[in-house]
């Protein structure tokens, strides 16, 4: 069982950063993070594996987003620049829980994972 609790949400102005933040428990192959906007699907952002030296990335976020993992602290990050206001959405992270979905993949479809945690908002103004 994978417990993923997020934290690091908030309101920020177009241009500027947030670094939102997820605990988790237990060993995954690959984790992930998603965002849904309101009356959108939800979909995937970022994307890292295991020793965290493979990373995928949405093209709406590219350039712009970095994925990252602490092993040690058991936490994966995303940092986030130069936000625009249709980068507003809930972020969750997601977690595969070493079942190995996301092998052959690039960790961005929902189907690759098994476990997701509560949601962080981020609101972005213009």
């Known amino acids: 069982q994978v417990q993923l609790v997020e934290s690091g949400g908030g309101s920020v102005q177009a241009g500027g950063s947030l670094n939102v933040s997820c605990i988790h428990s237990g060993y995954s192959f690959c984790m992930g993070w998603f965002r849904q906007a309101p009356g959108k699907e939800r979909e995937g952002v970022a994307s890292?594996?295991?020793?965290?030296?493979?990373?995928y990335y949405a093209d709406s976020v590219k350039g712009r987003f970095t994925i990252s993992h602490d092993n040690a602290k058991k936490t994966v990050y995303l940092q986030m620049n130069s936000l625009r206001p249709e980068d507003t959405a809930m972020y969750y992270c997601a977690a595969d829980g070493g079942r190995g979905y996301c092998r052959g993949g690039f960790g961005l479809v929902q189907y690759e994972y098994s476990y997701w945690g509560q949601g962080t908002q981020v609101p972005v103004s213009s």
């Open positions: 890292i594996y295991t020793g965290g030296i493979v990373t």
